[in-house]
Structures are given as C-alpha cells and as structure tokens.
C-alpha cells in the first residue's frame, strides 16, 4: 500500500472500500494482527483527536508506538531538519510515520525521501486526507450515500485544510451541490474551486450567508494560527470569528446534519453547546468515526509492501519536426551559424526573455528582434555560437515561449529540428512562491523544486509538495 498524502491519491472504489471496512471495525473488537509493528506519530502542531485517534488504532492494532506531540524539548528546537528527523524514525525501526506539520507539501517530501510509508495527518493549510475520509464515513453512516447532497461548508474556506481535502473528496461522488459560505477574504482557494467544478462539471455557489435549504452543514473554526502575526491579523481573526454561529433555535424542525471537524472555539462557539443534545449533532460521533477509520487505514498501509521508488526519467524536451532546408543561410546575419543552436519562431519581444532565463553567460549568441515572418507576421530569433543546449536549458525555453523551436546546427547544416515541449514533470528549474510551501527557501529545508505540467497552453504547472498552481506569467526561474 502506497502513502496517504492526499484524498486525490485515492479512487471513489478505494475511498468505498475504506469506508466499508472502517464500518466494519466499528463492530469488532480490536484485533492485534500488527504486533511488533511500529507507529511513528510526529506532530510539529497541536492535536488532539488526529493524534489520539491515531495512535489508539495503532494499540488496538498490537503496534508500538514513538514520536512526539509538539517540538518543545526535540531536536527541531536547535534547527534539525525535517528530513533528519524523518530518517532517525525510520533507523529506529518505524514501519509507518504519521507527519503533522505547518508547512505544506511536508508529507509529500517526507514520502519522497522514506522507505516506507507516510501518512499525511495535516500539512499548513493544504491537505487533511484522513479527516477526509472520517468525514465521509460520518455522511454514508448517516445518510446511506454521499451522492446527491446539497453541502453547506461554513467558515474558515481559505486556509481550512479539512475543507480543501473534502472537497477533493467530494468531487469523487455524483451530483454533489456545494454552497461555500465565507465571506471574501475568508472564501476558498480559486485553484480548489476549479478542480471540483471541472472534475463534476458542476458549479459552485459562494455566498457569505449561511444557506439553510441543505442536508448537511459543515462547519469550520476560524484558525487564528493561520493568521498573520502582528496586529492586523488579530484585528481580521477578530472581525471574522463572530461570523457564523449555529443554535438549537436556528435548527428548530431542521433535518440538516450539522459536522465539524473540532475543535470549536470556545470564545466564539461556531455551534452552540444547546446543539449537542440534538439528533441534527453529528460531530462527536463524526470525531469519534476516527478512531476506526484510521484503524482501517493503518491495517491497509501495513498489509501492503511498499513499492520501490522509481527514477525519475529524463523525457524528450521536444517534438522532431521535419527538416524542409538544411540550411540556414536566410537574408538575417542570425542564421549564419556555421555551428550551435538556432532557437526559431520564439513569440516577438520574448527573445530577451529567453537569453535571460538560458543565462548563458560569456556564450557568444545572437539575436534578432521583430523580424517578419510568414507564420506570426513577427518573430524573434536567437542563436548560440558552438553551443548545442541540454534539455533543462530546452524546458527553460518552453517555460518562456510555446512557439520556439530549435535548430541543432552542424557543419552549417540543420543537423536537429524540433518545437520544443515541456516534459510531464519539471525538477529544479521553478521556484514555487507559496511562501508556505515547504519548498520556500526561508523555511531551509532544502526540498528540491518539482512542478508538474497541467497544461500546455495556457501553461498551467502545479507544485509537487503545496500543490499550489501557478501560470506562465507567475513563473519564477532558480538562477543558474
């Protein structure tokens, strides 16, 4: 069995399957079918029923268990990094790690860079997988099937990470309608908005009033810990914590289920303490659904043996094309190269671009600008003198411009022409500025950059780890 980092990791046949046997477990007593196993429950933040539930199912499972909650009196106080840490469980003889951790992407890396498997038990503001599953557990248990709901989530829809992994979760289901109620500076990521809607060709409404006309209610606390720090955070978590708040009165002969993923916050109680008694309060038996659903899926981990990592192939930077004229002895001094690259048709003004991004320092190259072309009408045209560029220099080229192509020239002939096209994955080229991301150099823990290529045109990359979005015009370069 592989890692759990994300509910997109996960089918709805693999989600069901949880699901059910989750369900099951709740019936049985524990079954200590992993003696000697170990749990390793590493915690950088706060947690009560994610750790606890986690670390019970590991002991009705027979598992030992190591770690910490909070890194006060650990080695992550000196400045240990996150990939030390990581690997002194795995020496200890860890057989499974459940990662908490403020920076987002962290449990990807950490799954990157083990042998064995990682569970993702909240990473910042990004994913919440096993939460996730716990929550959809609670809908089938009480409803019979996640599909054809109408979905009211409530709140903290900008850094909550247990909403963004539900609705990952969600889009997996059929005819699933979604109110997101938050106000503007609070309302859900653009990116994750887009996903579902392209995933269930549905449309989400946003609104900042509570919508009462549906069958479940989820609601969120506001994090002040994803704030700001300073007085202008305090003032937006201030402003924004009295927003919404559920009652008995307000739920007077309403069927909708009310979920929340705890804690609620006691100053400024998103659902009142009157709701508890009420057969609408489906939250403490939703937290308590953790418990088995986390047995469930550290049973599944444990089963399985861990497939090898594989290498990350080097894929063809473009596309051959036909060689109509060997020769490149046009009326522009630019195509006499006798040898070197000729980089073609690039977009008119991005020619300076493409030198910039190339840095190829005291490399003699030239370069023509705004020249006609039968193509585009205009073009720019850059060449390399006794240089024939490498693929990461080509994904350079394809990061700036989607029109180029590429002229490998020998003995004055066009010895190689192709457009040049973006691999599925691109490493160490890209800086993702999230500045939450793991990746982020502030954060010095030395994670490489990796994107992976959503779409080609418009260029679309997604990171690796944050799994933020980001387009051509985003596009921050590493230095050479």
Same mark, same amino acid.
């Given at each position: 069995m592989r890692s759990l980092i994300s509910i997109k990791d996960l089918s709805r046949e693999e989600v069901e399957a949880l699901i059910l046997e989750a369900l099951k477990r709740k019936t049985l007593p524990p079954s200590p079918s992993f003696s000697g196993k170990v749990l390793a429950s590493l915690f950088y933040e706060n947690s009560t029923r994610t750790r606890e539930s986690h670390e019970r199912a590991a002991s009705r499972l027979?598992?030992?268990?190591?770690?910490?909650?909070?890194?006060?009196?650990?080695?992550?106080?000196?400045?240990?990094?996150? &990939?030390?840490?990581?690997?002194?469980?795995?020496?200890?003889?860890?057989? !499974?790690? !459940?990662l908490?951790?403020?920076?987002?992407?962290?449990?990807? %890396?950490?799954?990157?860079?083990?042998?064995?498997?990682?569970?993702?038990?909240?990473?910042?503001?990004?994913?919440?997988?096993?939460? #996730?599953?716990?929550?959809?557990?609670?809908?089938?248990? @009480? !409803?019979?099937?996640?599909?054809?709901l109408r979905i009211a989530l409530v709140g903290d829809l900008k850094y909550g990470r247990t909403v963004h992994s539900l609705v990952a979760g969600l889009s997996l289901f059929s005819n699933v309608q979604l109110w997101l109620v938050a106000p503007d500076a609070m309302q859900?990521?653009?990116?994750?908005?887009?996903?579902?809607e392209q995933a269930t060709s549905s449309t989400v409404m946003r609104t900042a009033n509570l919508q009462e006309d549906v069958d479940i209610f989820y609601m969120t606390r506001i994090q002040r810990e994803r704030f700001p720090k300073g007085p202008d955070g305090e003032y937006e978590f201030q402003k924004l914590s009295r927003l919404y708040h559920v009652n008995a009165a307000l739920l007077k002969d309403k069927k909708v289920g009310i979920m929340h993923p705890l804690p609620r916050y006691k100053h400024r109680l998103e659902i009142a303490l009157d709701v508890d008694a009420l057969p609408n309060a489906w939250y403490i038996g939703q937290a308590r659904n953790g418990l088995f659903m986390r047995e469930a899926l550290l049973s599944l981990v444990l089963s399985g043996?861990?497939?090898?990592?594989? &290498?990350?192939?080097?894929?063809?930077?473009?596309?051959?094309?036909?060689?109509?004229?060997?020769?490149?002895?046009?009326?522009?001094?630019?195509?006499?190269?006798?040898?070197? #690259?000729?980089?073609?048709?690039?977009?008119?003004?991005?020619?300076?671009?493409?030198?910039?991004?190339? *840095?190829? *320092?005291?490399?003699?190259?030239? %370069?023509?600008?705004?020249?006609?072309?039968?193509?585009?009408?205009? @073009?720019?045209?850059?060449?390399? #003198?006794?240089?024939?560029?490498?693929?990461?220099?080509?994904? @350079?080229?394809?990061?700036? #411009?989607s029109s180029a192509t590429v002229n490998i020239i020998r003995d004055r002939s066009v010895y190689k022409k192709g457009k040049v096209v973006l691999p599925s994955v691109i490493d160490n080229i890209v800086f993702c500025q999230n500045p939450r991301c793991i990746t982020y150099k502030e954060h010095a823990e030395h994670a490489p950059q990796k994107f992976h290529v959503m779409s080609h045109e418009p260029l679309v990359l997604r990171c690796h780890y944050c799994e933020v979005p980001i387009k051509r015009e985003e596009i921050v370069l590493k230095e050479n």
């Open positions: 027979g598992m030992d268990g190591i770690g910490f909650s909070g890194t006060e009196g650990t080695s992550v106080k000196k400045g240990e990094p996150l &990939a030390d840490t990581l690997r002194m469980y795995e020496g200890y003889g860890a057989d !499974v790690v !459940v908490r951790h403020p920076l987002e992407g962290a449990a990807r %890396y950490a799954a990157d860079i083990l042998r064995i498997p990682v569970i993702n038990a909240g990473d910042g503001a990004n994913a919440h997988p096993t939460q #996730t599953l716990l929550d959809l557990m609670t809908i089938k248990e @009480k !409803v019979g099937s996640i599909d054809n859900m990521p653009s990116h994750i908005v887009h996903d579902f043996t861990q497939p090898e990592k594989e &290498a990350h192939k080097t894929e063809e930077a473009w596309h051959p094309l036909p060689i109509k004229n060997g020769k490149k002895m046009g009326e522009h001094m630019v195509y006499r190269l006798d040898n070197g #690259t000729l980089i073609d048709h690039i977009d008119a003004g991005k020619g300076s671009s493409v030198l910039a991004v190339l *840095g190829m *320092g005291d490399v003699p190259f030239i %370069y023509a600008r705004n020249i006609r072309s039968q193509r585009s009408g205009k @073009k720019d045209v850059v060449g390399f #003198t006794d240089r024939e560029l490498k693929p990461d220099e080509l994904n @350079k080229i394809a990061l700036v #411009t």
